[in-house]
């Protein structure tokens, strides 16, 4: 079943309940983190965004389980373009079986090849967050194709007792 058909129930535009309208405030933690603090470190992950839209780790390895990470953490401190383009990479990045390579270096060459049950099914993980934040019903039908093929290869690693292996 499209993930459209599971959200009709949503009138255009409509956001959750819980969710924070895409534009407003910035979450902030009184005498811990201001909204500049959060907005500041942000726009310090989107600094080290590559130009694909790939973000790595300090070292520039790539891996989609922090990738996605990164991409919420970009939602959440507001910074929508980043965040998108974040998204757009794990689409494009995306192998034909629904992995990901476990590490890419930077610029994209593929370090280390095998692929992840966590790192495949996260993905579902941030396009969820991502509806949440933004409510955009649109972003998640244009991402279902990847979630499901995400989850289809995690679900390919379920052995006979159950458990999914890495």
Same mark, same amino acid.
């Given at each position: 079943m499209?993930v459209?058909?599971?959200?009709?129930?949503?009138d255009p535009g409509q956001?959750?309940?819980y969710a924070?309208?895409?534009?407003g405030r910035?979450?902030?933690?009184?005498?811990v983190l201001?909204?500049?603090?959060i907005?500041a470190?942000?726009?310090?992950?989107?600094?080290?965004q590559e130009?694909s839209?790939?973000?790595g780790w300090?070292d520039?390895?790539?891996? =989609?389980?922090?990738? *996605?990470?990164c991409a919420?953490?970009?939602? /959440?401190? %507001?910074?929508?373009?980043?965040a998108? @383009?974040?998204?757009?990479?794990?689409?494009?990045?995306q192998?034909?079986?629904?992995s990901?390579?476990?590490?890419?270096a930077p610029?994209?060459?593929v370090s280390?090849?095998?692929?992840e049950?966590?790192?495949? =099914?996260?993905?579902? *993980?941030g396009?969820?967050h991502?509806y949440? /934040?933004t %409510?955009?019903a649109?972003f998640?039908? @244009?991402m279902w194709?990847t979630?499901?093929?995400?989850?289809?290869y995690a679900v390919s690693?379920?052995?006979p007792r159950?458990e999914i292996?890495?």
């Amino acid at each position: 079943m499209p993930v459209g058909d599971n959200l009709a129930w949503l009138d255009p535009g409509q956001v959750m309940p819980y969710a924070r309208p895409a534009a407003g405030r910035l979450p902030a933690v009184a005498g811990v983190l201001t909204e500049a603090e959060i907005r500041a470190t942000g726009e310090t992950i989107a600094a080290a965004q590559e130009e694909s839209g790939a973000i790595g780790w300090p070292d520039g390895q790539v891996d =989609a389980w922090n990738h *996605v990470e990164c991409a919420m953490a970009l939602s /959440v401190c %507001g910074l929508a373009g980043p965040a998108r @383009r974040a998204y757009q990479w794990l689409r494009a990045a995306q192998r034909t079986d629904g992995s990901w390579p476990r590490r890419t270096a930077p610029g994209g060459a593929v370090s280390e090849a095998a692929g992840e049950s966590n790192h495949a =099914a996260y993905a579902a *993980v941030g396009v969820w967050h991502e509806y949440l /934040v933004t %409510g955009d019903a649109d972003f998640v039908a @244009r991402m279902w194709p990847t979630v499901r093929r995400a989850v289809e290869y995690a679900v390919s690693l379920q052995t006979p007792r159950g458990e999914i292996i890495c």
